[in-house]
């Protein structure tokens, strides 16, 4: 499975670079912005590997939706 995970990602990604062209937005400008984002995943990688994992989070549910009550 060393590559097909790989060319999933890829048809995934021209689909999405796809849709944004379809609605007139500019090629380059979509691509700038996919890269910009990447970036920002991998620095929050960064700064927490497994946000999952985090200590703080809460394991049971909150019950102050509006219609629990």
């Not at 609605?23 to 380059?28: A, K, L, M, N, Y």
């Not at 929050?44 to 590997?49: L, M, R, V």
């Amino acid at each position: 499975m060393t590559t097909q995970w790989r060319n999933e990602l890829r048809l995934k990604l021209e689909d999405l670079v796809d849709r944004f062209v379809t609605e007139g937005v500019d090629q380059q400008e979509v691509l700038g912005a996919v890269s910009e984002e990447i970036g920002n995943l991998h620095k929050a990688y960064q700064q927490d590997p497994a946000p999952a994992d985090d200590g703080s989070m809460v394991d049971e549910p909150a019950n102050d939706w509006p219609a629990a009550t």
